[in-house]
């Protein structure tokens, strides 16, 4: 008797697993379009966070710009994953729809006699096959969102852990170099350990091991690999203008200085959704005989003012710079190479985006009409890789754009 209710319950079951593979594509449709969605709206929220990190949490411009590609990694494989498995399903959908007019198939006595005598397939088998492809594409990130989530989970501890205990960033690299390393070296070596035995139960291990087994452990690295490659292009737009983030070096590449984007430097331009990386003004064209200029606030400053006084006030004196009490007197302002003296900085914080801003007034009476540059010079400490030691420098062109005077 009780093996019969066994029996039923394991029938009960299998119809059960066979009625949701037969109708998964309704879910892996709703699923593919609603993560696309969410996919292409958060990338610009990934550029803010990491100039977030950088400007209100003092990271430094090398460990925002890694978690910057890491997250855009992420979320643009992700996108030709779900773009990729969407297709596949509009032409699913397009071969069942034939498969429903067209049920026979190819009636070889009315085609061409070019196109008699040969073998096609059935509009039943293709959809079927089809159906099998869109499943495993549909399946394979499922593999990866595991992994990822791992990894992005561990990064953040390390990142919190660095910015807390404001760490060099060479020891919290070294950290996870070192683990994956060992990770990486564990699991290739042949001795079967407690660990191994565990992690091959693991739905992750489970997945990349039916993948191999069934399509070719090769077939698997290069499509993981040529999908990564298709996600460069992505990557590289998500991190566009990027750079202008990296507090420790003046405005230098052709993109930057000799084709400026104007958003980064007018308000007028700009989205104010979005943070500003160096200085800028309220617009390009202006009838005044004073504007306000206002340059972007970097809690790295802070610890960079600190050790100049510290260990370089004699540079100080030299440049005939100002008393440093604030981090915004790291700044001298220049209009066409003159030196603009500014009185006063005020302190804003935009509604937006929460950026904390230093603003001041100049004035330009004695300008005549037509372009001007401005220029902005700032006292920085560059640190050292490996061994964490400052180096005092003048970025001449931390800051340089041009305006019109009417």
Not at 313 to 338: C, G, Q
Request: charged share 20%; proline share 4%.
């Amino acid at each position: 008797m009780e093996e019969k209710k066994d029996y039923i319950r394991k029938q009960e079951e299998l119809s059960w697993l066979e009625n949701l593979q037969r109708n998964s594509w309704e879910p892996e449709v709703i699923i593919s379009g609603i993560t696309l969605a969410f996919l292409f709206a958060f990338p610009s929220q990934l550029f803010e966070f990491a100039a977030y990190l950088i400007q209100d949490l003092g990271t430094g411009f090398l460990p925002a710009i890694l978690i910057l590609i890491y997250s855009s990694t992420i979320i643009s494989v992700f996108k030709i994953f779900f773009v990729v498995h969407l297709i596949l399903r509009f032409v699913w959908a397009g071969l069942l729809g034939l498969s429903y007019a067209f049920p026979e198939g190819v009636i070889e006595k009315n085609l061409f006699k070019i196109g008699q005598g040969y073998q096609y397939q059935k509009p039943d088998e293709m959809v079927l096959k089809l159906e099998r492809i869109c499943s495993m594409t549909f399946a394979f990130p499922v593999s990866l969102v595991i992994t990822f989530l791992i990894v992005t989970i561990y990064l953040g501890i390390l990142i919190s852990i660095y910015i807390w205990f404001d760490l060099p960033f060479l020891f919290i690299y070294v950290i996870f170099l070192m683990t994956f390393m060992g990770f990486a070296f564990f699991m290739i070596s042949s001795r079967r350990t407690r660990f191994k035995k565990w992690y091959s139960s693991t739905i992750i291990s489970s997945i990349s091991s039916i993948y191999q087994s069934n399509l070719g452990k090769w077939f698997t690295v290069f499509y993981a690999f040529f999908i990564f490659v298709l996600a460069l292009p992505i990557i590289m737009t998500d991190i566009e203008d990027f750079g202008m983030f990296d507090n420790e070096r003046n405005i230098g590449g052709p993109s930057e200085r000799e084709w400026p984007a104007k958003y980064l430097h007018f308000e007028d331009y700009h989205n104010p959704e979005k943070r500003y990386p160096r200085a800028f003004i309220d617009q390009e064209i202006t009838n005044d005989n004073i504007i306000e200029i206002s340059i972007a606030r970097y809690e790295g400053d802070r610890k960079v003012m600190e050790g100049i006084k510290r260990n370089f006030s004699e540079k100080l004196d030299s440049l005939k710079w100002k008393t440093l009490s604030e981090t915004a007197h790291l700044h001298r302002i220049y209009v066409n190479d003159s030196l603009i003296p500014v009185s006063k900085w005020s302190k804003v914080r935009f509604p937006n985006t929460k950026q904390k801003i230093y603003q001041a007034v100049l004035d330009l009476k004695e300008l005549a009409p037509g372009p001007h540059t401005i220029r902005v010079e700032k006292l920085m400490l560059s640190y050292d890789f490996f061994s964490n030691e400052p180096t005092f420098k003048v970025l001449e062109n931390w800051s340089r754009f041009e305006f019109i005077k009417q």
